[in-house]
């Protein structure tokens, strides 16, 4: 297994922010009006994030309020 290096944690953070943004807009939405693309999105938007908290580096590479809206979701 290749090393999590601290430039895949800078890319990483940056390509998260989209993830953050999904989450964000579609968990705003209540469940049952939720049409089945924004359904499938949120989830492989959550798992990613999960997957990326899961690496102590990325944790660590996140702003303050990156953390805080990642808290937010709920995950």
């Not at 999590?4 to 944690?9: D, F, I, S």
């Not at 579609?26 to 949120?42: H, Y």
């Not at 989830?43 to 590479?61: C, I, Q, Y």
Request: with cysteine; net charge negative; proline share 0%.
């Amino acid at each position: 297994m290749e090393e999590y290096t601290q430039e895949q944690a800078n890319i990483d953070v940056a390509a998260s922010v989209d993830n953050i943004v999904i989450c964000e807009t579609i968990q705003a939405i209540a469940e049952a009006d939720r049409t089945e693309d924004e359904v499938g999105d949120l989830f492989r938007s959550e798992g990613h994030l999960r997957l990326k908290m899961a690496k102590s580096l990325f944790v660590s590479t996140l702003s303050t309020d990156q953390a805080n809206r990642i808290a937010a979701l709920n995950l």
